[in-house]
C-alpha cells in the first residue's frame, strides 16, 4: 500500500516521526516533494480564495498525493500540550480537504491528534484507527511507534544544536545525522533571527528560500526550532495568559528570547498573508522590539511569486543592521 | 467608576447590566465610518473586523470620558481570546495608561481571576441585590429579543416602508427607561401592540421566503458593520432570523450547563456532520445553524465572516459542499473595512431574486412575467 505525506504545513516538522511509523508498518511511503508552480496552481484552484497560501499549497499536495498513492496522510491537529491548541483551520483540515478536494472521498487517513501533553505525537493511541482501517493490531502500531519516536528525538536534537529544519531532514534523509552539524555557518558578521512557522520559512514558494537568501548576503541565522521549548515558554511567564496556539506561543517565546540574546541583531518575522495567529503574534513581537530597541521587519508572503520585493525589503534590512553596527563598534574604537 | 463597554447588538443590555451594578455609564457611540477609521488606523492589519471596530469604539468611548472598559476574553482557538490583550497593547502604546481594561475570560479557564474581576464590577452592591437585577436583566434580555424576532416577522409586509424600524428604535428607546421588572412585563405588551397594530399585508404561505443568518458572532449581531443586512432583506420581503440572539447566547454560555436548553447541543451535533471536532469561534455552530435553517424550511442562508476569520474560513470551504448535499442556497459574505455596499446590496439583491425563482420552481416563466412586467412599468413612464 502506497500512502503519500504531504510535503507542506507541519511535515517540516514531523517527517522523519511519520515516515519511520509508516515505513515500519510496512507502507511504502511517497513524499510529495517540494512545492512546484503546479501544486501552488492546483491548490490555489480547489481552496477557497480568502484562505492563507499554507492550506492552499497543503491543498495542492493533497491532490498531487492523491495521483501518486492510494491514502494521502492528512492528520486532524487539534493540539498536544494543554491547554493550547492548534490554529482552527489545522483542527478543521480533513473538513477543508473532504470540502474541497472531491476525489479525497474514502481516501483520507486522519488520525486526531489531541493529546493533553505529548509534544512529539508519539502516542500509539492517536494511530489506532489504522488498526481498523488496516487490520495491524495495537502491538504492531505500538512498536512502530516506538521506533519512530527515537528518530523524531535524534531529529530534534539535531535541530537544538543549531540546524535550521530543513537541514536537519536533509541529514535524516540523508541517514547522517551529527556529521551535518559541522556544516553550521557562524562566520556571519551579522545574526538575524527568522521567525515564522516552518511551513512558511521552509517551504521554497512560500518564502522564496529566505534562509538561503540571507545566508548568501553573508548572515548567521536563527530560528525558532533551535530553541529548546522551556525556553521559550520561560520568556512568555510574564504574559496575563498563553496564546492559545502552540507553534504561535514557540514562535513568541524564542522572539522573546532573541531579543534578549546579544548575539542576535536583528528580527524578521515571517508571515503568510491572513494568517490569523499570527496578526496577534506579529502585534506583540513588534510590541517587545520596541522595548527592547531592536529592529523588527515583517516579511509578508502569499501565493503570489515575485521575487523582487522580497530581495529588495531583506538587503534593506541587512544593510541597515550592518550600518548600525559598525557605527556602535567604531564607536567603541 | 466611569464604564464602558464595546458595542455589538442591542447595546442597551450591556447598559443596564452597568446601571444596575450602580456604575456611571459611558454608553459608546453606535460605531459609524469614524469608528472604523480609528480601529483600522491602530489595529495589526490582518486582524479581523471585530477587532479593530472594538478598537475603534474603546477609543471613542475613552473621547466621551470612560475610565474602565469592560469585555469579554473567550476560549479556544479562535483569535477573540486576545482581543483584550492586544487592545491593551495598543492603548498603552498610545499613552492612555490611566485606562483599566477588564477582561472577562471563561471562568473554568482561572476561577481566581474570574472572581477577582466580578468584585470589581459588582462595585460593592449587595450580593442579594445583584442575584435579582440580574435575574431582572436575564428577562430582560429575553423580552427584547422576542420583540426583535417579530420586527423581523413584520417588516417585510409592512404597508408603509419604515415604520416598523421606527417601532423598533422606539421600542429600544422605551426599553432603556425601564428600572424594575414589573415594568419590564408592562414595557414589553406595550411594546408589543405598537408591533402588532402595524399595519402589513396579507402573504399567502407559499410567497413567504425565509432566510437564516449564520456565521460569526460579531458581524451577525452588529447591524453597523453588516450594513443591516436584517433591514436589507426585510424590505426585499424576506423573513428574516439570526442563528444567534443575545438570549440563547447567554443560555448557551453562562447558564450552567445543566440548565442549558438541549437545543444547543442539537445544534452541535447537527453541525458535527461536516466539522468533527469543536474548533473554535462558531464554526460548528454555524454549519449546525445551516442544517438546522434547512429542516425548519428555510429558502437561503446568508453566511457572514469577517474577512480572513479562522474558524468561518473552515466553514467557508465546507458550504459548496453543504450547500449541494442539503439543497439550500447560500451566500457566503466575508466583511472586512474595504467592503462597499452597493456591491453587497447587489449580492443580495440577487441572491434574493435567486430565491424567489426557485421558490416558484419555474425559472423560464417567471423571467417571462418579469419582462412583462418591465414591459407594463415603461408603458406607464410613456403615458
Known amino acids: 500500500m502506497k500512502i503519500a505525506i504531504p510535503h507542506s504545513l507541519l511535515y517540516y516538522y514531523y517527517f522523519p516521526l ?22 501552488l496552481d492546483k491548490g490555489s484552484k480547489a481552496a477557497v480564495s480568502d484562505i492563507c ?51 479525497s472521498k474514502g481516501r483520507v487517513i486522519s488520525p486526531i491528534i489531541n493529546e493533553k501533553n505529548n509534544e512529539n505525537i508519539s502516542s500509539p493511541k492517536i494511530y489506532e484507527m489504522l488498526a481498523e482501517m488496516f487490520g495491524f493490531s495495537h502491538r504492531e502500531i505500538r512498536l512502530a511507534m516506538r521506533k519512530a519516536e527515537e528518530v523524531f528525538k535524534r531529529f530534534k536534537n539535531l535541530m537544538h544544536k543549531g540546524l ?170 | 467608576m466611569k464604564v464602558s463597554f464595546p458595542y455589538m447588538g442591542s447595546a442597551i443590555v450591556y447598559k443596564k447590566l452597568f446601571e444596575f451594578l450602580e456604575h456611571e455609564v459611558i454608553m459608546p457611540p453606535k460605531p459609524t465610518q469614524r469608528t472604523m477609521d480609528l480601529g483600522v488606523k491602530y489595529s495589526p492589519e490582518f486582524a479581523c473586523i471585530p477587532l479593530k471596530m472594538v478598537m475603534g469604539t474603546y477609543l471613542e468611548a475613552i473621547e466621551k470620558g470612560a475610565k474602565v472598559l469592560v469585555t469579554s476574553g473567550g476560549h479556544g482557538p479562535c483569535r477573540a481570546g486576545f482581543y483584550g490583550d492586544t487592545h491593551r497593547n495598543i492603548l ?38 445583584v442575584i435579582n437585577r440580574m435575574y431582572t436583566l436575564y428577562r430582560f434580555v429575553q423580552k427584547l429579543d422576542e420583540l426583535e424576532k417579530m420586527v423581523q416577522k413584520i417588516r417585510p409586509y409592512e404597508v408603509n416602508k419604515g415604520q416598523t424600524t421606527q417601532v423598533w428604535n422606539q421600542i429600544q428607546e422605551k426599553f432603556d427607561k425601564i428600572k424594575t421588572r414589573k415594568e419590564l412585563y408592562r414595557v414589553y405588551e406595550e411594546c408589543k401592540q405598537m408591533l402588532l397594530s402595524i399595519p402589513t399585508r396579507k402573504v399567502e404561505e407559499k410567497d413567504i421566503i425565509r432566510v437564516g443568518i449564520v456565521g460569526e458572532i460579531y458581524v451577525v449581531m452588529e447591524s453597523s458593520i453588516n450594513f443591516g443586512i436584517e433591514e436589507i432583506l426585510g424590505n426585499l420581503g424576506v423573513e428574516v432570523e439570526r442563528s444567534l440572539y443575545l438570549f440563547e447566547w447567554i443560555n448557551d454560555n453562562l447558564v450552567p450547563w445543566i440548565l442549558r436548553p438541549k437545543r444547543f ?19 460548528v455552530e454555524t454549519v449546525g445553524h445551516i442544517i438546522d435553517f434547512k429542516e425548519r424550511g428555510f429558502d437561503g442562508i446568508v453566511h457572514l465572516m469577517p474577512f480572513a476569520c479562522l474558524p468561518e474560513l473552515v466553514t467557508q470551504s465546507l458550504i459548496p459542499k453543504i450547500s449541494k448535499e442539503v439543497d439550500i442556497p447560500i451566500l457566503s459574505l466575508p466583511i472586512d473595512e474595504q467592503t462597499g455596499k452597493a456591491n453587497m446590496l447587489t449580492r443580495i439583491e ?34
Open chain 1, 53 to 103: 497560501a499554507p492550506i492552499k499549497i497543503f491543498t495542492g499536495h493533497v491532490i498531487e498525493g492523491l495521483n501518486m498513492a492510494d491514502y494521502v496522510f492528512v492528520p486532524r491537529f487539534a493540539r498536544i500540550k494543554k491547554p493550547e491548541y492548534f490554529c482552527p483551520k489545522f483542527m478543521g483540515l480533513p473538513d477543508i480537504i473532504e470540502g474541497t478536494v472531491e476525489e
Open chain 2, 350 to 383: 440577487a441572491f434574493v431574486d435567486l430565491l424567489k425563482n426557485r421558490k416558484k420552481g419555474e425559472t423560464k416563466e417567471v423571467f417571462i412575467d418579469n419582462i412583462q412586467e418591465h414591459v407594463q412599468e415603461e408603458r406607464v413612464v410613456m403615458v
Open chain 1, 164 to 333: 535550521s529544519c530543513d537541514k536537519a531532514l536533509d541529514s535524516y534523509r540523508g541517514g547522517r545525522w551529527e556529521e551535518d552539524l559541522k556544516k553550521v555557518k557562524k562566520d556571519g558578521d551579522i545574526t538575524i533571527a527568522v521567525l515564522g512557522y516552518v511551513y512558511d520559512v521552509y517551504d521554497s514558494f512560500i518564502s522564496m528560500d529566505v534562509i538561503k537568501k540571507l545566508e548568501a548576503l553573508g548572515v548567521n541565522i536563527k530560528t525558532f526550532e533551535m530553541i529548546p521549548q522551556e525556553v521559550a515558554y520561560d520568556n512568555l511567564k510574564h504574559y496575563r495568559k498563553r496564546l492559545f496556539w502552540t507553534f504561535s506561543n514557540r514562535v513568541l517565546g524564542a522572539g522573546l528570547h532573541y531579543l534578549k540574546d546579544p548575539e542576535v541583531d536583528g528580527i524578521i518575522h515571517v508571515t503568510a498573508f491572513g494568517c490569523g495567529p499570527d496578526a496577534i503574534v506579529g502585534r506583540f513581537l513588534q510590541y517587545e522590539s520596541d522595548v527592547a530597541g531592536k529592529p523588527f521587519t515583517t516579511l509578508r508572503v502569499d501565493e503570489h511569486t515575485g521575487e523582487g520585493h522580497m530581495v529588495t525589503r531583506i538587503e534593506a534590512f541587512v544593510d541597515m543592521l550592518r550600518r548600525k553596527k559598525w557605527a556602535r563598534v567604531s564607536e567603541v574604537l
Open chain 2, 92 to 129: 498603552k502604546s498610545l499613552g492612555y495608561d490611566d485606562v483599566e481594561l477588564i477582561i472577562f475570560d471563561a471562568p473554568q479557564d482561572n476561577w481566581k481571576a474570574f472572581f477577582r474581576n466580578v468584585q470589581k464590577i459588582r462595585n460593592g452592591v449587595p450580593w442579594h441585590k
Open chain 2, 265 to 283: 447541543k442539537e445544534i452541535i451535533k447537527k453541525g458535527q456532520r461536516y466539522i468533527k471536532i469543536l474548533i473554535g469561534g462558531h464554526a
Open chain 1, 18 to 39: 511519520w515516515d519511520t511509523f509508516f515505513k515500519e508498518l510496512g507502507f511504502e511511503v511517497v513524499d510529495t516533494g517540494p512545492t512546484t508552480k503546479d501544486i
